[in-house]
């Protein structure tokens, strides 16, 4: 069965720096989806960034950017000139291409912006 | 265009009454979803319509969970009767092509069983 790892359960960093979440998933598929989903206090899930697992060239949305690493499943996101708008929750999660819509998702790692 | 709307935002009831929440996704979209999310979790999938059809109810607990989606629009998911366990957040989510993975969730109900 896939399973989201996410390993780090809460992370500070300053405003205007940089911080890397980091995930790992398990999976015998080749093709696959990866996602960062975001959820503020108002518990409204948003996607950040999606990955195709058939794509080399990792996904950037603006500030947000990930390290995807298929050899070592590793997914991870960074987010760059982080502002208070930025802390929330963030869900890592998994979809197997080609079968049906089941997202998997990790539990989170809860992201705090020190000002 | 207006996103994914849930109602009640918060819900309090005392073990073994019914609950019912209500979603209405977003307009043309015709897979809607509902998840659970426990306290400290990621969200899991309860069940999947398209349309009006339940495609996916592999994890919706049967013996006290209900859920339909009249006319594929609307849908309402019931708990009856409700069990402390059943404390969490409660998810809707559409999308307009399962095939993209592009899911848009509403604000959740916060249940609270007591």
């Known amino acids: 069965a896939q399973t989201v790892t996410q390993s780090q359960p809460e992370m500070s960093v300053q405003e205007a720096e940089t911080v890397t979440l980091s995930c790992t998933y398990d999976?015998?598929?080749?093709?696959?989806?990866l996602f960062w989903y975001k959820q503020p206090p108002s518990r409204q899930m948003i996607l950040v960034i999606r990955?195709?697992?058939?794509?080399?060239q990792n996904a950037t949305e603006n500030r947000f950017s990930v390290n995807f690493q298929k050899a070592a499943k590793s997914f991870s996101l960074k987010i760059s000139d982080s502002q208070l708008g930025d802390a929330a929750m963030y869900f890592c999660?998994?979809?197997?291409?080609?079968?049906?819509?089941?997202?998997?998702f990790g539990k989170g790692t809860r992201l705090h912006i020190l000002p | 265009e207006a996103g994914v709307v849930q109602s009640p935002r918060y819900k309090i009831i005392e073990k073994k009454q019914p609950v019912a929440f209500w979603c209405n996704p977003i307009?043309?979209?015709?897979?809607l979803y509902w998840y659970r999310q426990n306290l400290g979790q990621g969200p899991e999938l309860l069940i999947r319509?398209?349309?009006?059809?339940?495609?996916?109810d592999s994890q919706l607990p049967k013996d006290r969970f209900s859920a339909e989606r009249l006319k594929g629009v609307d849908s309402t998911l019931k708990i009856q009767p409700a069990e402390l366990g059943d404390s969490a957040v409660y998810l809707c989510?559409?999308?307009?092509?399962?095939?993209?993975?592009?899911?848009?969730f509403g604000p959740g109900t916060r249940l609270t069983v007591t």
């Open positions: 999976t015998s598929e080749s093709d696959y989806y």
């Open positions: 990955q195709e697992a058939y794509k080399q």
């Open positions: 307009s043309g979209h015709n897979t």
């Open positions: 989510a559409s999308s307009l092509d399962i095939r993209t993975y592009e899911q848009y």
């Open positions: 319509y398209e349309n009006e059809e339940a495609v996916d």
């Open positions: 999660a998994y979809a197997e291409a080609n079968r049906d819509d089941k997202i998997i």
